[in-house]
């Protein structure tokens, strides 16, 4: 089935350490994104790539890092410089430029919980 | 700068019932609008998306409308039943290349 895979679903980390989410996508779509959700805050977005080899800071890009060395992959490094890192983790895909307004699909969502 | 407001926050209605959810945004210079659906500790789950020419998306017991003169679009559900319960959520793309999401709804269905 086509679809996007985040992993871990559950993460747990000390702080001062990095960690790493993935994401993978099957569905060929061009642009990926990583958002982060809080209770009454809703989904804010961090990254956001249209093509391989690029991508864009979001509104809250501050403690994290991207790669797109390939299409279907897209993982988002949480650092030990972001100051609030406990959260939900979404990533999502797109078959164009969100400037053009695709459809969005989102993966299961991975919580990382600082200890 | 875009503001998208979804209210009430929570809703409560018994099965059966037809219900409308409501979705608000302060710019109507949109390219689309996508609804949503959340259950709790899972991603998003995309129900209709409405492009800005369009009026209205229908898929199922599920209809979508937009106004955008108005800044308005609702999502009707027919006959609701418990396994509607979640959290649904709307999201308009900006012609400015952002997507701005509401805080979201959720919903309760009661048997």
């Known amino acids: 089935d086509g679809g996007i895979t985040q992993s871990p679903k559950y993460l747990f980390r000390k702080e001062g350490q990095n960690v790493t989410l993935s994401c993978e996508q099957n569905?060929?779509?061009?642009?990926m994104y990583w958002y982060r959700q809080d209770p009454g805050q809703g989904l804010r977005l961090i990254y956001y790539?249209?093509?391989?080899?690029?991508?864009q800071k979001g509104d809250i890009a501050e403690g994290y890092s991207v790669s797109r060395e390939k299409k279907e992959s897209f993982p988002l490094t949480v650092t030990s410089a972001q100051k609030n890192p406990t959260a939900f983790y979404l990533c999502a895909s797109s078959s164009r430029d969100r400037g053009l307004g695709g459809e969005l699909f989102f993966g299961e969502g991975s919580r990382l919980t600082v200890l | 700068k875009q503001e998208v407001t979804q209210i009430p926050a929570a809703l409560s209605v018994p099965e059966g019932e037809n219900l409308v959810l409501n979705c608000s945004f302060t710019d109507s210079a949109i390219y689309n609008l996508q609804w949503f659906r959340q259950d709790p500790g899972k991603g998003l789950t995309s129900l209709l998306l409405?492009?800005?020419?369009?009026r209205e998306q229908t898929s199922g017991r599920l209809n979508a409308s937009l106004d955008k003169s108005s800044g308005r679009s609702t999502l009707y559900i027919a006959a609701s039943q418990p396994g509607d319960s979640a959290t649904y959520l709307c999201a308009v793309y900006n012609q400015g290349g952002k997507l701005i999401f509401g805080q979201g709804t959720e919903l309760s269905v009661k048997p």
């Open positions: 569905l060929n779509h061009d642009a």
């Open positions: 409405i492009q800005s020419s369009q």
């Open positions: 790539s249209q093509i391989v080899n690029d991508f």
